[in-house]
């Protein structure tokens, strides 16, 4: 088997890109190892699971909590998992943010890999390291950073992924080409949702170069001291709106993209942020909406990007060329009140 190895501060991690879940016995042991899904995962591939040790977690984001970690450990010591079982996430996020957090306090850290099952997870949740669980209302407040010891693709499990979770990984996907990749941000303004879709060798090549891009991202800056600061474009507004509205995390982050390519041109002199709305608007995502600019600042004010009096606001200079631009909060409260 072919496969990429990528180097971390103190860690590396082998990537199995275009695989298939069957090679995962040649990575692991298979007896020594428990693969953590949830039910929708695991009811539309259930095949594939046969003579794995599973556990499988009910779905959605209000599971990866303390209690959601706690029932695992418990499972994990009933299966008389030792310091060297490897946990193998199968699933979107969610599962994957669980299973590397689980992993890294059994037994004070054990090995973990992921196989990433949503277009969201393959491009962006399970690559990086970041781990962790949602306190309440506040998202993956407790987490470790911790790279997976191996990622590996296997794209037949797209066949079951509702049309709505496709859009919430191209937001992903553009957000990389409009921080990054100018060329890949003009494959997609040629390209559709239905043209991926339909030709599975496109997507593929698609899935691997934002797998790539990150990867190169964090290897750069794990700790998020500089660049990998650029991963937050329109997540700042779009984690605000996620929370105060019933919006998916694309939808969100879609909108958040919106106003700061608006901002870009407010204050960067940026002059494509027309060329990101349609290009967000094709892949069916949502751009300028009606929010509660004073609620929703307030909630911004608690980002974790903030640093005192000042926020890092990612922006645009041109397509392709995300910019860190620290705006201090006064600023910016009067830059929303004239959007
Ligand atoms: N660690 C990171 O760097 C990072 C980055 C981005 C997002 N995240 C986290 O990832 C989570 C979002 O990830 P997500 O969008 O993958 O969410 P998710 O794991 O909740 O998956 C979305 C939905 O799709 C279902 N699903 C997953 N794979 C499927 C398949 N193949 N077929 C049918 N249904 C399937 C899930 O059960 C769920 O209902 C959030 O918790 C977010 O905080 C983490
Ligand atoms: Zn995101």
Redo the contacts with the bound molecule.
Sequence with gaps: MKKLTYKFSNSSTDYYLAYGISHLKEIVDQTNSVIIT?E??YG?HEKRFKNWNVIILK???EQ?TQATVDSIVEQLIAMEADRKTTLVGV???????ITGYAASVYMRGIKFGFLP??L??LV??S??G??GIDVGVY??LVGTIRQPSFILHDLV??N???QS?WI?GFAEIIKHASIKDAAMFRELETSSLKKYQGRKVVLCKLIQRNAILKTKIVQQDEFEKGDRKLLNFGHTLGHALENQYELS?GQAISIGMTYASIISEKILGFKEAKRVTNLLAKYELPTFAEFDKGKVFNVLKMDKKRERKDIHYILLDKIGKGVIKTISLQQLEKIFEDL
């Excluded at 699933?91 to 943010?97: A, E, I, R």
Aim: cysteine-free; glycine content about 14%; charged content about 25%.
């Design positions: 949830d929708h995962v539309n779905p959605g984001e990866k699933g979107g996020g969610v599962v994957t943010d099952t949503t969201l997870s962006d949740a690559i990086g970041k781990n998202k993956n499990f797209l079951s992924l509702p979770e919430n995390h």
